[in-house]
């Protein structure tokens, strides 16, 4: 059978990243070009400032990503931009883009939920990897449980009433002083730390999660008590969303009868995340926790959605516009 190379393209937030993928497991190439340093003196993602950055990065990133590869646009099957989740304006930069690319170079355009690629950036790392599973997906936009029945078809278990879990983690991380984006400087910071201070938790009935209470609290204590240990505080912290985290999965798990149990997503690179739900094969369970450079966006693991969409004859019409709260279901 002839490969199949799907050319990816992510702007929803502040990474521009464009990558080429073959049969939606290998990677050819994976460019991001990150915003970060740009958006860090403003204490988070300026949307406008990230768009006109995309602008700038687009077309570079791109010849970059075919040159790695070492193909040219003729050799491309399909092209799958990002159309949602994200920022309007960011979003539509790259879907912009990937149509243009279609129209001229007459392939299909073929877009892809960013969710759906968090989810796909497992297919990269273990090439054995089918669904069914159960995902958690942890990122700093969405928190929610997904069950995977097949690799285009999702049906959403539960998920996040106020904050995504990375939002939480950003939030707390600029309050104890760390900048941001602060979740990957919490988890070395929670390391040196003592989890001895008692966090607020909530739970649910149904398999939803809430974060805004306990990033309330934090930010309370943190106010009122200046000269706290600023690690035992991001440790307690960091304990404390795990636990939430984990009681809500493993009632999932228990629920759905699934044997499975994908991570996914920006905070699924945290190490006290993934060794807490790694201990879950000792109960049965196999977990799959994605290569770290894999967990944040990238272009790559899009590709890798979009190559899924495709086989299965997903192909969007020119007029597709971003939609900035798309879901997965
Ligand atoms: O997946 P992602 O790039 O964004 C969305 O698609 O929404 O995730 C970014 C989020 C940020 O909130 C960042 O602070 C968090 O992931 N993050 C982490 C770690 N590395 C990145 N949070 C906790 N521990 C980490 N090691």
Redesign the pocket.
Known sequence: MKDILTLGIET??D?TSVAVVKNGREILSNIIDTQIPIHEKYGGVVPEIASRNHIEAISRVTKKALKEANITFDDIDAITPTYGP?LVGALLVGLSYGKALSLALNKPLVAVN?IHG?IAANYLTYKDLQPPFLCLL?????TQLIYVKDYTEFEILGKTRDD????A??KV?RVVGLGY????K??KMAKEGIPNIELPKTHFDNLDFSFSGIKTAVININHKTPNINKADLCASF?KTVTEILYDTTTRALKESNLKTLVLG???S???Y?RSKFLKLENKGIKVYTPDLKL???NAAMIASAGYYNFIDGKINDIDLNAIPNLKIN
């Open positions: 929803s937030c990474e994200g960013h968090h942890i990122s700093g936009g969405n995504a879990i990375g939002e983690f950003d991380a984006p602060g979740g990957s919490m988890d960091e997503g920006g905070v690179a945290n190490i995340i967990c944040t966006d």
